[in-house]
């Protein structure tokens, strides 16, 4: 059984869809089409780079995710470093060593660009803070003067993952026509954390795909904290951005995924970790990875795919 599927981002609990992916496999089902936000998005790449989920595990075990956080030294200042940081980069972290892993992974592979893979095998979800909209990659890069085609696919990924004030936005700058009349400030645009629009974008394969293609199943990898609806605590404003936008990645398809079904959804439990916790340690790494298989494996148990419409 093929399914087209859809992975929630999440931060480091992104760990746990991993887990998930090793129930669908152990179930017999395959991976068509994928799509994802944030750390959804770096599963959805690796899985159409042709990943398998042990692959995946080992990936974890061996990635010290704390080294993902890079800045100049002079910006570990205490109290003063950060801050500064924020007011000129726009981010506490570069999101740089981010990306390098990501296109190491990739190339490994042989993935670089968008065209290294089938037609509509991926989608990435992004957001444009500067126009104000929800950016599908790699389809929506022609809107910018931009070949979809030639893009990166580490990029486009890092694009997805840059969660507002904790890695540095990506900036892209306009091209061809899209740029004509612009002046030159006009001509950039800032590109965040597909979280702020779509953190779970089950819709984005019934949109897509509608009337062309024999329907598959679309199943979506979800991620729910034990502590989903508890208050936040604001102890200044780093905090309080924190809470910002992890409120934002849990409220924002909600109501979508009410009407279209929750049948089709793995809801997996991230046992009270945060988004930004790349601390980790082997043994929360671990119980995300399990967290992940044990709801797959319940939900794939169950499953009928004649019932995802």
Not at 118 to 127: C, F, N, Q
Not at 206 to 230: H, I, T, W, Y
Not at 259 to 280: A, D, V
Not at 299 to 309: T, V
């Amino acid at each position: 059984m093929q399914i087209n599927a859809v992975f929630e981002g999440g931060g480091v609990k992104g760990i746990s869809l991993a887990g998930a992916v090793k129930a669908a496999e152990l179930a017999g089902v395959g991976f068509n089409r994928m799509a994802g936000t944030s750390s959804g998005s770096i599963v959805a790449a690796v899985l159409a780079a042709g990943y398998k989920a042990d692959e995946m595990k080992r990936i974890i075990e061996e990635t010290p995710f704390q080294r993902l956080l890079v800045r100049a030294p002079i910006f570990n200042t205490r109290f003063v470093g950060p801050p500064l940081r924020v007011l000129l980069k726009k981010g506490l972290y570069s999101g740089e060593a981010l990306e390098h892993w990501i296109r190491k992974l990739l190339l490994a592979k042989g993935i670089f660009t968008f065209s290294d893979l089938p037609d509509g095998k991926l989608y990435i979800v992004a957001s444009d803070i500067t126009n104000g909209k929800l950016l599908v990659l790699p389809d929506d890069l022609k809107n910018y003067g931009i070949n979809p085609s030639t893009f990166p696919v580490a990029k486009a990924v890092r694009m997805s993952c840059s969660i507002p004030y904790f890695f540095d936005p990506v900036i892209l700058r306009l091209m061809g026509e899209q740029a004509r009349g612009k002046s030159f400030q006009e001509q950039f645009v800032y590109i965040v954390d597909g979280g702020l629009l779509s953190n779970f974008p089950l819709w984005l394969f019934d949109r897509k795909l509608k009337g062309k293609e024999k329907a598959l199943p679309v199943v979506g990898f979800q991620m729910v904290g034990k502590n989903s609806g508890e208050s936040h605590r604001i102890n200044g404003p780093f905090s309080m951005l924190t809470a910002m936008f992890e409120t934002m990645l849990s409220a924002h398809d909600e109501r979508y995924i009410e009407k279209e079904n929750r049948n089709r959804t793995i809801k997996i439990p991230t046992l009270g970790i945060s988004t930004t916790h790349f601390n980790l340690s082997d043994t929360e790494s671990m119980e995300l990875y399990q967290s992940g298989l044990i709801a797959g494996k319940r939900f794939f148990q169950d499953w009928r795919p004649d019932k995802h419409e």
